[in-house]
Structure formats: structure tokens, C-alpha cells
């Protein structure tokens, strides 16, 4: 188990962040796709906003990855058009958690989800240089 910090911490903020990309990690048999890509967007997400904490932005309370990811270049931080990709995960935020998606998540999909979270926390940790514990 992970130390915990205050939320106002950006290491708390990445270790969730990690907490979330180690489940959406956990494929089995039992396990839709959709919640584990949904995982895969809130890693992306945390971790995003451990970058706001960190540069005392105001942390927006929203969940698409393109309007925070622009919210971070307005206050002066350049970011990789490779992390922007990530905003491909927005829709996990809401449209696959519940039941009702039209269309299974396929295992491409699911393989690029994991690996655009991975990559934008791999991305935050380096901005606010946080180590891995």
C-alpha cells in the first residue's frame, strides 16, 4: 500500500494515478474491457491533474483530457502532441462505465487505451519530477 499524502499533494495525485493504471492492467476473463480502458482514463486523468497541483493551477473538476491538456499550454506548459493523443480516452471517462455501450471494447482498443495512460503518467512524472516509488 502506498504512502498517502494530503490531496493537495501532487505525489498523492500520481500515486492514484498509478493505483488506476495497475487495475486497468488487471485483464481476466470476468472483466469488461470498457472498465479497464475506463481505468485507463482516469490513470490519464490523475496524473494530468497531479501536473495542475503541482504548477498551483486551479484543478478544473472535468474529465476531458483535450480541455485539460489545453487548460496546462494556456498556462504556458508545452506538451507533447505524442501525450495529446491520450485525449482519445475521454469518452471511457463516461460512455463505458455503465451499461448500454453499443459496441464491446476490442483488445486493440483496450492495448492502445493502457498504453496512452501509460505514457501521459510516465509524461506527468517526469513535468513534476515525482520518483517511483
Same mark, same amino acid.
Given at each position: ?21 495497475? +487495475? ?6 470476468? !472483466? ?15 496524473? !494530468? ?15 476531458? $483530457? $483535450? ?9 504556458? $506548459?508545452? +506538451?507533447?502532441?505524442? !501525450? ?43 513535468? !513534476? ?5
Amino acid at each position: 500500500m502506498p504512502v498517502k499524502f494530503p490531496s493537495t499533494d501532487p505525489r498523492e495525485w500520481i500515486q492514484r494515478a498509478r493505483s488506476s493504471l495497475a +487495475i486497468a492492467r488487471c485483464q481476466k476473463p470476468e !472483466i469488461y474491457r470498457e472498465d479497464l480502458c475506463y481505468q485507463a482514463q482516469q490513470a490519464a486523468e490523475k496524473a !494530468i491533474k497531479a501536473v495542475f497541483i503541482a504548477r498551483a493551477l486551479p484543478l478544473p473538476h472535468i474529465h476531458d $483530457l $483535450l480541455d485539460l491538456f489545453l487548460r496546462l499550454e494556456k498556462s504556458g $506548459l508545452a +506538451i507533447p502532441d505524442a !501525450i495529446k493523443t491520450a485525449s482519445r480516452l475521454t469518452p471511457f471517462a463516461v460512455h463505458t462505465r455503465y451499461p448500454g455501450f453499443e459496441f464491446p471494447v476490442s483488445e486493440e482498443e483496450y492495448t492502445e487505451a493502457l498504453a496512452l495512460a501509460e505514457s501521459v503518467v510516465h509524461w506527468a512524472e517526469n513535468v !513534476i519530477q515525482v520518483k517511483k516509488s
